[in-house]
């Protein structure tokens, strides 16, 4: 099973990716970077990364050689409202890989999982009282991708992740963080990486647009799972 991965380098990302390359299920991960992630990660032998150098411009050979992917794990964006990173990057490659994928028959609807935020706002006309643009920005991209997913239902489904507060190692003491804010206000990041990843490898049954609390508690599901699994 091959996982595509967009903004690898990141504190969320990175994760993403380690808990890609430790699910016994997964046998490929792609990694869209714009330069090599470091040896120590770049050297995983079920890790390739490719380079990207403008985000907005996807090569159809590329998107062709990687096309027999189950998805997409698409991580990157600001949280202070960014048109390339948070808007034009995601749709050009949702675009891109959609005229792609409607070349090819037999084949299950492509998962593109999105990393999205608790604050986001889809409707434009919302008075809101900090980080207006930056949130209703990425909640443009929600209704573009998921209106994308439902006109093109034979080849795609899009799920948008919308964590609260990630405790990230880079936190001082994260479970604490986690324990403090609650279910519905946080996530650690581990719960997030492997709830993510359960999304573009399966998803059956879950909702296109998905909160903190689902995520917390399938996330911690799939991590008992997932030790389990790895066991000697």
């Given at each position: 099973?091959?996982?595509?991965?967009?903004?690898?380098?990141?504190?969320?990302?990175?994760?993403?990716?380690?808990?890609?390359?430790?699910?016994?299920?997964?046998?490929?991960?792609?990694?869209?970077?714009?330069?090599?992630?470091?040896?120590?990660?770049?050297?995983?032998?079920?890790?390739?990364?490719?380079?990207?150098?403008?985000?907005?411009?996807?090569?159809?050979?590329?998107?062709?050689?990687?096309?027999?992917?189950?998805?997409?794990?698409?991580?990157?964006?600001?949280?202070?409202?960014?048109?390339l990173?948070?808007?034009?990057?995601?749709?050009?490659?949702?675009?891109?890989?959609?005229?792609?994928?409607?070349?090819?028959?037999?084949?299950?609807?492509?998962?593109?999982?999105?990393?999205?935020?608790?604050?986001?706002?889809?409707?434009?006309?919302?008075?809101?009282?900090?980080?207006?643009?930056?949130?209703?920005?990425?909640?443009?991209?929600?209704?573009?991708?998921?209106?994308?997913?439902?006109?093109?239902?034979?080849?795609w489904?899009?799920?948008?992740?919308?964590?609260?507060?990630?405790?990230?190692?880079?936190?001082?003491?994260?479970?604490?963080?986690?324990?403090?804010?609650?279910?519905?206000?946080?996530?650690?990041?581990?719960?997030?990486?492997?709830?993510?990843?359960y999304?573009?490898?399966?998803?059956?049954?879950?909702?296109?647009?998905?909160?903190?609390?689902?995520?917390?508690?399938?996330?911690?599901?799939?991590?008992?799972?997932h030790?389990?699994?790895?066991?000697?």
């Amino acid at each position: 099973m091959k996982i595509l991965i967009v903004g690898a380098s990141g504190s969320i990302g990175s994760q993403v990716l380690l808990h890609c390359l430790s699910h016994p299920d997964i046998t490929a991960v792609v990694a869209f970077v714009r330069r090599n992630l470091p040896a120590n990660i770049s050297g995983h032998p079920k890790l390739q990364c490719v380079i990207i150098q403008d985000f907005s411009k996807w090569p159809e050979e590329v998107l062709h050689a990687h096309s027999d992917a189950v998805g997409m794990l698409w991580n990157m964006g600001t949280n202070t409202g960014d048109m390339l990173a948070d808007l034009e990057y995601p749709l050009a490659f949702i675009e891109s890989m959609g005229r792609v994928l409607e070349t090819q028959s037999s084949r299950p609807p492509f998962k593109y999982v999105h990393l999205s935020g608790k604050f986001v706002r889809q409707n434009q006309e919302e008075k809101l009282c900090f980080l207006e643009e930056a949130r209703k920005m990425k909640g443009r991209l929600e209704t573009r991708s998921l209106a994308f997913a439902n006109n093109h239902a034979a080849i795609w489904k899009t799920f948008i992740v919308r964590p609260g507060a990630v405790a990230t190692e880079n936190l001082l003491i994260p479970g604490v963080i986690a324990t403090v804010l609650g279910e519905t206000l946080s996530v650690r990041v581990e719960e997030l990486a492997a709830f993510m990843t359960y999304l573009a490898m399966d998803g059956r049954g879950e909702d296109s647009l998905i909160e903190n609390t689902r995520i917390v508690r399938k996330g911690r599901e799939l991590l008992e799972q997932h030790r389990n699994n790895i066991k000697p």
